[in-house]
């Protein structure tokens, strides 16, 4: 599966991010839509997800700057790629301190 960071601008100034999928089984890509919409309480700035399977359930952490223009990073889980729950802040500003890397 390949997931990436989409950027539309509702009104000219703040970002709406979200995270769409691309994905077809003989090694094409179509576009699948956002399989995860901008995560409530933060801002347009998502980046970066990363996907991996453990123990037959799919994982994605993803960079993300709450209203208080905090870096954090956030884990996400999925039994099918499509549905992700958040499992809460994982890293970040006040939380295992990230400074070096920019969170």
């Not at 359930?57 to 039994?79: C, E």
Request: avoid cysteine; aromatic fraction near 12%.
């Amino acid at each position: 599966p390949v997931l990436y960071r989409h950027v539309k601008f509702d009104d000219g100034t703040e970002p709406r991010g979200s995270v769409w999928q691309r994905t077809n089984s003989d090694g094409t890509f179509s576009k699948l839509g956002p399989v995860l919409p901008l995560p409530e309480g933060y801002t347009g700035h998502v980046r970066d997800p990363k996907v991996w399977r453990y123990q037959g359930r799919w994982y994605m952490v993803l960079g993300a700057q709450d209203r208080q223009k905090r870096g954090k990073v956030l884990l996400f889980s999925s039994a099918d790629l499509h549905q992700w729950r958040n499992e809460g802040e994982i890293a970040g500003y006040g939380i295992n301190d990230l400074h070096d890397a920019g969170y």
